[in-house]
């Protein structure tokens, strides 16, 4: 079985036929309501569409997925498929026994073992598709038997909790100035650095750490969104993130003032150069671009022109594909409105930014020494900043509703009193709302590190982002002040 995505943006340039013109294939698309990313699967020999599994794919549009998860998902099923061929099966007449030997090759017995989490989506994946079939009656019962507590042979043997990584302020400025920046572990300028663009990657990290942003909310940011907009004003910025926010849940983003001047430095020195030598290349392919015309700072909307048609969007409307191809009329030509730009003008994607992070870690590594902080076993992530956020500021308030009480009894009055009450300025529910986290015992997990993290109560925050002695205690001020409902 082959495996393929719906894509519409291809229907104009590839769709050659008199039966059937581009524009009424991307109507139907439309009116069927089937988004692009949608999973199609083709039989081998006549690559025609096999009709449940495609029934599928429909039902996975319908639940309004962005593409990336649509493709994750689609693969999940291709990937099983692919593994049944080899025993003689199929997904529609899979037994029990195939899906254990599939779970067994996953996360045994293949060249790179998946782990309890990766395989925790994709047994989710696979239970809601033979959910699917038995409800349309397609099969008459699921494969897999369900065992105590509604477990069945596909569920995880093991539930893990969060993966809670977090920096040390040494190890921090290491990643963000040696790693990415270009530094050498002496704060010396390293002539043999071969990096590009080294104050993007800093403006990058800071941005992540000093939001507590994930990284989709984070490096899709516009310059309107962040300040960085003619006739704004300079400082902390504060934007709602909501298309490209997990879930699609709608939430205020604050970016501190030291994570703008960091934004702003790359948008003086590089980010010119970078617009400048791609602005012909964005000028010949205008036609496939959301050009913008006219910005709304105040009311938070753009308008311009999209595949010919004038259209105008809320800003925390427009997901991360639309933001990628938005432009709008620069000093060089036609410019990225986002904030983050690559080689070819336009936004970074998700694999330009693991780049960059796989690139950094393989230089910290390399010139890690006994004067460099210690390294983990694991390549740090993007994600790992936003936990770091968590528990710096969640330890700040928190230190800073106990005062100078000694560490046992402050514990006991912390989880006595506000944890019980005063729930609008209980430092746990700030952090959770900053966060975004759907629940709040998501943010639960982090208490266990608190106590442990931070032995300074002054300094929280102190010196983290940017250059100057600024303190970072202006993030909790501004958290406790948007708890009490005020500005």
Known sequence: MDLAFVQSGLLEKYLDTDVISAA????????????????????????????????????????????????????VIGRLDDHLAGLD?????????????????????????????????????????YGFLVDRKILPHRPAR?????????????????????????QYRYFRDVGLGGQLPNA????????????????????????????????TVLLPEIGLWPGMPEGAAEYIVQACAKYGKARAIYVPEDAVASADLFCLLERPDIVRRAARGLERKARELFVVGEVD??????????????????????????????????EFGLEAMSLFVCRGGLMPGADAWKSYRHRAWTRMTSLADRSTPLLPGRRWRWHDLRHTYALRLLTYLENLMDGEEPDLQARRRRHRSYLTGHIRHNPLLIVSRRLGHANPETTYEYLQYTDDLINEFEAAFSGWIGDDEASYADIASHAISRAKGGR
């Open 24 to 75: 009424r294939v991307a109507a139907l698309l439309d009116r069927r309501g089937i988004l692009d990313g949608t999973p199609v699967y083709l039989d081998e020999e006549t690559q025609m569409p096999v009709p449940p599994l495609c029934e599928f794919g429909r039902y996975l549009s319908t639940a309004l997925l962005d593409e990336t998860t649509l493709k994750d998902y689609g693969r």
């Open 146 to 170: 369900l065992a105590a507590r509604g477990r069945n042979a596909l569920a995880p043997r093991v539930r893990s909790g969060m993966d809670i990584r977090h920096l040390t302020f040494e």
């Open 188 to 219: 010396d300028v390293d002539p043999a650095f071969r990096g590009w663009s080294p104050l993007r990657g800093r403006a990058g990290s800071d941005i992540a750490l000093g939001s507590g942003a994930r990284w989709r909310e984070w490096a």
């Open 297 to 330: 700072v105040a009311g938070g909307r753009v308008r311009g022109v999209l595949d010919g048609v004038v259209r105008e969007f809320q800003m925390s409307a427009i997901d991360a594909k639309l933001r990628r191809i938005t432009v709008y009329e620069g």
């Open 89 to 129: 099966s199929d997904v529609l007449s899979a037994a029990e026994s195939d899906l254990v030997s599939y779970r067994g090759h996953r996360t045994q017995r293949q060249k790179k073992p998946v782990g309890a989490s990766v395989w925790g989506r994709e047994s989710f994946v696979l239970d809601d598709f």
